[in-house]
Protein backbone atom coordinates (compact mmCIF):
# COMPACT_ATOMS: atom_id res chain seq x y z
CA UNK A 1 0.00 0.00 0.00
CA UNK A 2 1.31 3.15 -1.02
CA UNK A 3 1.86 5.88 1.76
CA UNK A 4 2.35 9.71 2.64
CA UNK A 5 0.50 10.80 -0.72
CA UNK A 6 -2.06 13.27 -1.32
CA UNK A 7 -5.08 11.60 -2.48
CA UNK A 8 -8.19 12.84 -4.44
CA UNK A 9 -11.40 10.27 -4.93
CA UNK A 10 -14.06 11.68 -7.19
CA UNK A 11 -16.95 9.81 -6.21
CA UNK A 12 -20.31 8.57 -7.66
CA UNK A 13 -21.34 8.98 -4.20
CA UNK A 14 -21.65 10.83 -1.18
CA UNK A 15 -19.95 10.33 2.29
CA UNK A 16 -22.62 9.67 4.56
CA UNK A 17 -25.34 7.71 2.82
CA UNK A 18 -24.79 5.22 5.08
CA UNK A 19 -23.92 2.31 2.92
CA UNK A 20 -20.18 1.56 3.29
CA UNK A 21 -19.26 1.34 -0.76
CA UNK A 22 -15.59 0.53 -2.21
CA UNK A 23 -15.17 4.15 -2.36
CA UNK A 24 -15.78 4.77 1.04
CA UNK A 25 -13.50 1.67 2.18
CA UNK A 26 -10.36 3.14 -0.49
CA UNK A 27 -10.24 6.56 1.20
CA UNK A 28 -10.23 5.01 4.73
CA UNK A 29 -7.69 2.28 4.07
CA UNK A 30 -5.30 4.78 2.05
CA UNK A 31 -6.18 7.87 5.35
CA UNK A 32 -4.41 4.45 7.59
CA UNK A 33 -0.93 4.77 5.82
CA UNK A 34 -1.09 7.93 6.29
CA UNK A 35 -2.44 9.07 2.83
CA UNK A 36 -4.04 12.55 2.88
CA UNK A 37 -7.57 11.61 0.85
CA UNK A 38 -9.57 14.57 -0.47
CA UNK A 39 -13.40 12.73 -0.61
CA UNK A 40 -15.26 14.91 -3.70
CA UNK A 41 -18.72 14.24 -2.91
CA UNK A 42 -21.19 13.35 -6.01
CA UNK A 43 -23.08 16.27 -7.99
CA UNK A 44 -26.18 14.22 -8.39
CA UNK A 45 -26.89 13.09 -11.79
CA UNK A 46 -30.65 12.44 -11.54
CA UNK A 47 -32.99 14.71 -10.92
CA UNK A 48 -34.71 15.04 -7.29
CA UNK A 49 -38.26 13.73 -6.79
CA UNK A 50 -40.28 15.52 -3.86
CA UNK A 51 -39.87 12.08 -1.55
CA UNK A 52 -38.69 12.59 1.80
CA UNK A 53 -35.42 10.89 0.86
CA UNK A 54 -34.62 12.91 -1.67
CA UNK A 55 -35.36 16.07 -0.08
CA UNK A 56 -32.88 15.16 3.18
CA UNK A 57 -30.41 14.64 0.62
CA UNK A 58 -30.90 18.09 -1.10
CA UNK A 59 -30.70 19.80 2.55
CA UNK A 60 -27.52 17.85 3.10
CA UNK A 61 -25.93 18.84 -0.14
CA UNK A 62 -26.55 22.47 0.27
CA UNK A 63 -25.40 22.36 3.89
CA UNK A 64 -22.13 20.74 2.56
CA UNK A 65 -21.95 23.09 -0.48
CA UNK A 66 -22.31 26.01 2.31
CA UNK A 67 -19.25 24.55 4.18
CA UNK A 68 -17.42 24.19 1.68
CA UNK A 69 -14.57 21.65 2.89
CA UNK A 70 -14.28 19.44 5.72
CA UNK A 71 -12.63 17.23 7.89
CA UNK A 72 -14.23 13.77 8.53
CA UNK A 73 -11.74 11.91 10.06
CA UNK A 74 -7.95 11.43 10.41
CA UNK A 75 -6.68 12.51 6.48
CA UNK A 76 -10.39 12.66 5.05
CA UNK A 77 -11.42 15.85 4.04
CA UNK A 78 -14.75 15.83 2.24
CA UNK A 79 -16.21 18.24 -0.25
CA UNK A 80 -19.50 18.76 -1.49
CA UNK A 81 -18.84 20.68 -4.95
CA UNK A 82 -21.69 23.56 -5.62
CA UNK A 83 -24.16 22.22 -8.24
CA UNK A 84 -26.97 23.85 -10.10
CA UNK A 85 -29.88 21.41 -11.07
CA UNK A 86 -31.06 20.68 -14.51
CA UNK A 87 -28.33 19.29 -15.29
CA UNK A 88 -30.02 18.27 -18.71
CA UNK A 89 -29.61 21.66 -20.60
CA UNK A 90 -26.14 21.78 -21.97
CA UNK A 91 -25.13 25.45 -20.72
CA UNK A 92 -25.81 24.12 -16.76
CA UNK A 93 -23.89 21.17 -17.48
CA UNK A 94 -21.10 23.30 -18.66
CA UNK A 95 -21.63 25.88 -16.00
CA UNK A 96 -21.42 22.88 -13.66
CA UNK A 97 -18.43 21.80 -14.72
CA UNK A 98 -16.93 24.51 -14.06
CA UNK A 99 -17.92 25.18 -11.00
CA UNK A 100 -16.28 21.01 -10.12
CA UNK A 101 -13.09 22.75 -11.33
CA UNK A 102 -13.16 24.77 -9.52
CA UNK A 103 -13.88 23.95 -5.87
CA UNK A 104 -11.62 20.38 -6.58
CA UNK A 105 -9.08 22.82 -7.59
CA UNK A 106 -9.48 25.36 -4.76
CA UNK A 107 -9.52 22.54 -2.29
CA UNK A 108 -5.96 21.03 -3.89
CA UNK A 109 -4.94 24.70 -2.72
CA UNK A 110 -6.22 25.04 0.91
CA UNK A 111 -4.62 21.39 1.65
CA UNK A 112 -1.30 22.36 -0.26
CA UNK A 113 -1.54 18.81 -2.42
CA UNK A 114 1.30 18.08 -4.25
CA UNK A 115 1.77 15.57 -6.80
CA UNK A 116 -1.68 13.98 -6.24
CA UNK A 117 -2.80 10.70 -6.90
CA UNK A 118 -6.46 11.11 -8.80
CA UNK A 119 -9.24 8.10 -8.34
CA UNK A 120 -12.41 8.21 -10.57
CA UNK A 121 -15.04 5.82 -10.04
Known amino acids: MIGDRDII?????DWGIGLKTSKYHLATKMALFNNRV??????GLRSPKLSRFDLRRITGKFKGMMSKLRWVQPNIFLLTPPAIPLHRFRPIRALNSILL???????????RFRSPILFIF
Open 38 to 43: LFVEST
Open 101 to 111: TLSIKSAISEL
Open 9 to 13: IVSSD
